[in-house]
């Protein structure tokens, strides 16, 4: 399948006319095959949308390595319900290339992110993996804004697994049953990740938080495919070792989570709202954090830390 004929929506209007490049593809399904000069629909045909779907391009005609600032162009296309979507023309300069960032999202799964070159007078196909891991949902309703309960408890939650799989949860906890958790050292066992958030951070028109979760295992090959970009990092900018050349990161584990209110809307968390940190070093501060994360390892990313990194419990 090629890309859709549906065309795109610049969003932020560009200034370079000299050149052009092409964007279209489809959301991987065990059947996908792409074709850049191939049509998915005939013209007397008319698509049908995925209203789950969508498809964004965010294209750095600065060059800063930032997607999304004032100086970039953002290009939408609706995704079609065999997953196709079609950016059509994009505006590049002549003989050259923009790098570009690809977000394909469907509601219910981890979106696919992508680091792209654009370069002009070429087609690009892209098989974008956006439907192959499933988030754990959560819908929790939060006690009254202004109330006690509102002000002193926590959100947690989690995802761990069990017998009938991966889970997750959700539960509002007070600050001493928080404390009893954390002393428990049986707890956690089968857990692979927890976010506890002070509710007291949660706008006051925050009614119910809609979570959706996805743990990531970077040793498991299926896992590492999902990773949002390229392992790559930037180079030192100073002293001896200065490059200007990405460096391979190695991942032990990354997560996804993502919060949304009771109109879908994503929730922004209040940090003037924290409590300053009162507690020594060695313990958890619930009330000063934003989000406090813990994330639980397996034997290989075990491994991992102890080539790579800081493997010292203790600091």
């Known amino acids: 399948m090629g890309g859709g004929s549906s065309s795109s929506t610049p969003t932020t209007p560009t200034t370079t006319t000299s050149g052009s490049a092409s964007l279209s593809g489809t959301i991987a399904s ?9 049509a998915l629909f005939a ?101 009254a804004a202004g109330s006690a309960a509102r002000q002193s408890s926590f959100l947690k939650l989690g995802v761990k697994n069990s017998e009938a799989g991966v889970t997750s949860y959700a539960k509002i906890m007070s600050l001493s049953e928080l404390n009893a958790e954390a002393a428990d050292q049986s707890f956690g066992a089968n857990s692979v990740s927890e976010s506890v958030i002070p509710l007291a951070v949660f706008p006051a028109g925050v009614e119910v938080v809609n979570a959706q979760m996805k743990a990531f295992d970077p040793t498991d090959p299926d896992d590492s495919a999902k990773f949002p970009g390229d392992y790559k990092g930037v ?3 100073s002293g001896a070792s200065a490059t200007e050349e990405p460096m391979q990161l190695v991942s032990v584990a990354f997560d996804l989570i993502s919060l949304t209110d009771q109109n879908g809307d994503d929730i922004t968390l209040d940090k003037a709202k924290l409590a300053p940190s009162k ?25 991992l830390i102890e080539k790579y990194g800081d493997d010292d419990n203790t600091t």
């Open 235 to 237: 180079g030192k900018n």
């Open 43 to 143: 013209t007397a045909v008319t698509p049908t949308y995925d209203e789950s779907a969508s498809a964004t391009l965010v294209v750095d005609q600065n060059g800063d390595g930032i997607y999304g600032d004032s100086k970039d162009a953002t290009y939408t296309a609706p995704v079609a319900t065999n997953g196709a979507f079609d950016f059509g023309t994009i505006t590049v300069p002549e003989g050259s290339s923009y790098k570009a960032k690809l977000t394909v999202s469907k509601s219910g799964y981890a979106p696919y992110t992508k680091i792209i070159t654009l370069n002009d007078k070429q087609n690009v196909s892209i098989v974008a993996d956006a439907a192959s891991a499933p988030l754990q949902v959560e819908v929790v309703t939060l006690p």
């Open 279 to 303: 507690i020594n070093p060695q313990a958890i501060d619930w009330s000063a954090c934003l989000q406090t994360k813990t994330r639980y390892v397996g034997e290989a990313q075990k491994k």
């Open 30 to 38: 065990s059947t996908s095959s792409v074709s850049g000069s191939s």
